[in-house]
């Protein structure tokens, strides 16, 4: 009799008659979302970049970088970097490092006298779950 009990009562539960659940989760509980990412290119990625105002010529120009993730796992991959003149259009530099980070800033270096675009690009390594992000920051150099 108590396996054939047994046996009805697991039987309804796999075929979904019966739900058993665990009693409901306290206000106190911590909220905690995670992104999992196992696929190429699922989770965004936020990019802010602070340049200085104002730099003196005959100046390296210094970029303040950040890559911010709802992931758990650090962000890797590029970070290019473009000084665009913002009365012509044209692209004056362009440099690229691997991102870091504990780092912080990274050189542009120098740039002659006016206004410019600064626009700081991550770019994932490939089969990374990342995804590509964007930051435009404005300076001037006198």
């Known amino acids: 009799m108590k396996k054939t009990f047994i046996g009805l009562f697991a039987g309804s539960l796999l075929t979904g008659v019966l739900a058993v659940s665990a009693p409901a989760a306290t206000a106190m509980a ?19 970049s602070q340049a200085p105002g104002r730099v003196k010529a005959n100046k390296r120009v210094r970029i303040k970088i950040k890559i911010a993730s709802p992931s758990t796992q650090v962000p890797k991959g590029k970070i290019v970097i473009q000084a665009v003149n913002r009365k012509s259009g044209k692209l004056v530099q362009r440099v690229s490092y691997n991102y870091d980070p504990a780092r912080g800033s990274y050189p542009l270096g120098k740039l002659p006298k006016g206004q410019y675009k600064i626009i700081t690009k991550f770019i994932p390594f490939k089969k990374s779950i990342f995804k590509r992000s964007t930051s435009i920051s404005y300076t001037r150099v006198v």
């Open 30 to 48: 911590p909220v905690v979302t995670a992104v999992a990412g196992p696929y190429t290119g699922t989770v965004p990625t936020q990019t802010s």
